[in-house]
């Protein structure tokens, strides 16, 4: 494993020309560039904004400052969610869709899932400063709490890396993985407190349904997602609790996924 990462890290110019390369693709000959990424979310949000708020009348419970606005209390959900996804989403078949570059150079396989989760992260990243903006504009105090949200993007970067090398390492050999992905996601969004507040209609539930509401809280995305918006959109120091299983759980993920995927890797060039 020590060698493993020696050798990732000899890498790293390669890791981050691949980066480089994903942030060139995805947006070569298109006039809007990086605002393609802002429109994703910003329509999504106006269009569950419309549903959610003012079909069905859902009120967000106040933050710590007595503030109530739905959009922001769904991006601050919402872009830690889409990082998670796009970033499977397009990692999952970055072996098989590099088959000609295994056959033929050998470099640490997992440079590849990797890149694309850190190219998502770039994009996540000025997606935040958007959302700032939103913040500073409704008067939010969030920049007390900045370096509990840097913690946060870092584990939910962990747990994004090795979800991400899981599926990309399924795929070689399950080659269903990459057309179920997206049922998944779909089914795991809504496991996710992002359209909703976990209190009001999972919290609440606890006692009703104490097996449901303790295998919804093992989901270490749902843990990230509260701990983003206690930052973003209630202004309050995350529950070290939730953050800290989290913490653990993805840290655990990443192990098992890089042992799993260095294990099988020197297959990979025959399978593809």
Known sequence: MIDNLKELYES?????NLVKRELKVKYKKSALGFFWSLFNPLLTMLVFTFVFAFILKIIPPPNTVGKTNFPIFLLAA????NFFSTSIGSAVG???FNSNLIRKVYFPREILPLSIVLANLVNFCLELVVLFLFLIFFGYPFFVYLPFLIIIIFVQLVFTAGVSLIFAFLNVYFRDVQHFVGIILMIWFYANPIIYDFNQHVGSQAVKYPLLA?????NPQADLILSF???LYFCKIPDFKVLGYATIASFATLFVAYYLFKRYDPSFAEEV
């Open 12 to 16: 790293r110019d390669l890791l981050f």
């Open 78 to 81: 919402l872009l830690p969610w």
């Open 94 to 96: 970055s072996i098989v």
């Open 214 to 218: 303790f295998v919804y809280k093992l």
């Open 229 to 231: 918006r206690d930052v």
